[in-house]
């Protein structure tokens, strides 16, 4: 049995959204949330959402391309390169691909909690969904 595992990027998607890597389901990891999401120029790579009350912090990373992030009504141009932490589990965020290719890599979990998948991730990789 080997101590580690490994997979490309290409090779991790979620069957019925292209957009979406799903790396803590693909690895199985429990003790964070980690996932990837690409769109080129114009989509939305980081769909607008708030975590909400309870919801966890996330930190995006910006993987390639480039992309226009909204939180709470600021903006921030982020260049492959970027990191973008948020504590607030209210604040409202969505970011843009503003080059094609674009790859954001989010992290999530709380502080003093153990990690549990959100409610949506279970549900949009169940069969049924």
């Known amino acids: 049995m080997s101590a580690f595992t490994a997979a490309h990027l290409d090779d991790i998607a979620a069957e019925k959204w ?3 890597a799903p790396i803590r389901h693909h ?3 429990r003790s964070f949330g980690i996932n990837a999401w690409r769109g080129g120029d114009g ?3 980081i769909k607008k959402h708030a975590e909400g009350e309870g919801g966890h912090e996330e930190l995006y990373f910006v993987f390639s391309g480039r992309a226009q992030f909204t939180v709470s009504d ?4 982020a260049p492959a390169g970027t990191f973008v932490y948020i504590s607030d589990p209210l604040a409202e965020r969505n970011a843009v691909a503003k080059a094609a290719d674009t790859v954001v ?3 999530g979990g709380w502080a003093g909690k153990a990690f549990e998948p959100s409610e949506w ?3 949009s990789l169940s069969p049924d969904a």
Do not use: G
Request: glycine share 0%; no cysteine.
């Open 18 to 20: 292209p957009y979406w």
């Open 27 to 29: 690895f199985d990891i």
């Open 43 to 45: 989509e939305d790579v």
């Open 74 to 77: 600021e903006e921030l141009d």
């Open 105 to 107: 890599f989010s992290l």
């Open 121 to 123: 991730e279970t549900q």
